[in-house]
């Protein structure tokens, strides 16, 4: 009698979701789906153009080191997410000689063409594109670039970045540029905001239709921001200060890189989106808790998905004599706990998107609040910043 039962929980399981997707129905995923987060929650995910607009992938930037095959689509699709804002930053390592922030960032992208071509993906331009990707149940990215360090001073290279299909720029990022875009919020203020070559930048990323990133901004850099820019803009990552715990150490650490209350109003005002990440949160119930603190602030228009995580493994360097014939490669260290996007909490069974979604309707956000926040808010900016001239 139970084996029948379990059988016939199994058929409903899988008649519910027929209406969801053939894509759901092959996914490799559907093992643990049924234990797992059951048919409401295949829904609502299936329905969502999910993206985490805030998502680093590794990649070597010297243009000379062997690059792992990284299974970007597999991961993508583990997370019920149907795109990551794609991003990588030149200016981890010291930027020393002329055009190093160049030189690393074309080193980037070379490399994320070829993951892209081996996972057989492409990029989305645009939110038709991301629409058709979605439709066809086939991963995608936005490519983004964190920090404007590879311009150097020359905003013709916008355009270029532009044309290899660059669609998020993070205006800054930990360190000056070689010629400053403006103050960053963990650095002592310099320019009082915006440089007047960030000023530019702005309007330029505006007239080609690149979505401006404020994350890392003061706020009279994101203030200065919002009065120059035509177009709606996103702060990827952060969360309110207010959620800081009583950790006083990572408090004090954090605390620089949150945005206020009054913040995250002007921002909102001016249609912008902001993006809840997962660092101040140790479950998906906490960091839900978190989504609900910014929405009762802003609104539930104004904010989304930014975990500042890892869809892929940590990229590293093999050492010296890796590569080498005869001479097996190292193991390598594992993850950090929160690293990696699928594996954000501890003990998480399931893929990021699966996990927020069920921890939002046991709090109380219904279908369509879960829809805005999980994409449908950055769908409308992206949409308006990329209509470009």
Known sequence: MANSQEEWSRRKFIATLAGVGTTMMLSPLLSWAEDEIGPRIAKIVAKTIGVDTHN?????????????????????????????????????????????????????LNAMDDALKSNKMKRSLNLSDLKTAHKKHQATVIQSVEGGHFLEGKIERLEEAYQRGLRHLGLLHDNDAS?????????PVKWGGLTPFGEEVIKEANRL??????????NDAVNAALKISTKPVIISHTGLDTQLGSNANFAK?????????????????AGGVIGVWTHLSDSPMEYVQNVRALVDIVGIDHVCIGTDTKLTPAYRPPAPNQGKENTPPKEKPKA????????????????FYYAVVDAMLKTGFNEDEIIKFGGGNFCRIFDAATTGK
């Not at 080191?65 to 990284?70: E, N, S």
């Not at 010629?179 to 650095?187: E, K, R």
């Not at 690293?339 to 909490?345: D, H, K």
Request: charged share 25%.
């Open 336 to 351: 950090r706990v929160g690293e990696r996007t699928n594996e954000a909490w501890q003990d998480q069974k399931v893929g």
């Open 209 to 218: 239709g690149i979505m401006i990133d404020l994350a890392h901004c003061t």
């Open 179 to 187: 010629v400053p875009l403006g103050d960053i919020f963990t650095n």
């Open 56 to 108: 680093h992938i590794d990649v070597p930037l010297s243009g000379d080191l062997p690059y792992p095959a990284i299974d970007l689509a597999g991961d993508l699709q583990k997370s019920g997410l149907s795109a990551i804002c794609m991003t990588f930053a030149v200016d981890y390592q010291k930027l020393v000689n002329p055009d190093d922030g160049y030189k690393r960032f074309i080193n980037g």
């Open 253 to 269: 650490m954090m605390k620089p890189r949150l945005i206020s209350k009054e913040q995250a109003k002007i921002v909102a005002e």
